[in-house]
């Protein structure tokens, strides 16, 4: 028990300080490790594991379109790219589909390390 609450309050010390960025990062790893535990869900035919992490991935998917900066042109083109991701992640839902999983993963892989190289940049110049 100790050993939990000592991890918890790592966990809760690493966001309270986390740069922005750095939180966009663990948004993208957190739907990327919700949606590989809802594959191993489907894949057990446990319904009920798979629904609840496709709807953690789903609500940080929210969280990025909440919060982009409209004022830039190419928000409309990420609120496009999580629309279509959203409405994937529903469609896998009801469906229980691992290939629709499986495609999200893809595209979140591709926005996280897309942003890791950004972040990259960004602290060399």
């Known amino acids: 028990m100790a050993i939990n609450q000592a991890y918890a309050?790592?966990?809760?010390?690493?966001?309270m300080t986390a740069s922005p960025a750095e939180l966009s990062l663990m948004l993208?790893?957190?739907a990327?490790?919700?949606?590989?535990?809802?594959?191993m869900g489907i894949e057990q035919k446990d319904i009920e594991k798979a629904h609840i992490n496709i709807i953690k991935a789903n609500n940080i998917i929210m969280?990025?379109?909440?919060?982009?900066?409209?004022?830039?042109?190419v928000a409309q083109?990420?609120?496009n790219v999580y629309d279509y991701i959203y409405n994937r992640l529903v469609e896998a839902n009801m469906k229980k589909d691992k290939?629709?999983?499986?495609?999200v993963?893809?595209?979140?892989?591709?926005?996280?390390d897309t942003w890791k190289e950004v972040m990259r940049l960004t602290k060399t110049t």
Do not use: M
């Open 28 to 30: 993208y790893e957190g």
């Open 99 to 103: 290939e629709i999983v499986e495609e």
């Open 105 to 112: 993963l893809l595209h979140l892989r591709g926005l996280r």
């Open 63 to 73: 969280e990025f379109q909440i919060t982009l900066d409209r004022k830039y042109p």
């Open 9 to 15: 309050q790592y966990n809760n010390s690493k966001i």
């Open 32 to 39: 990327i490790k919700f949606c590989n535990i809802a594959i």
């Open 77 to 79: 083109e990420f609120e």
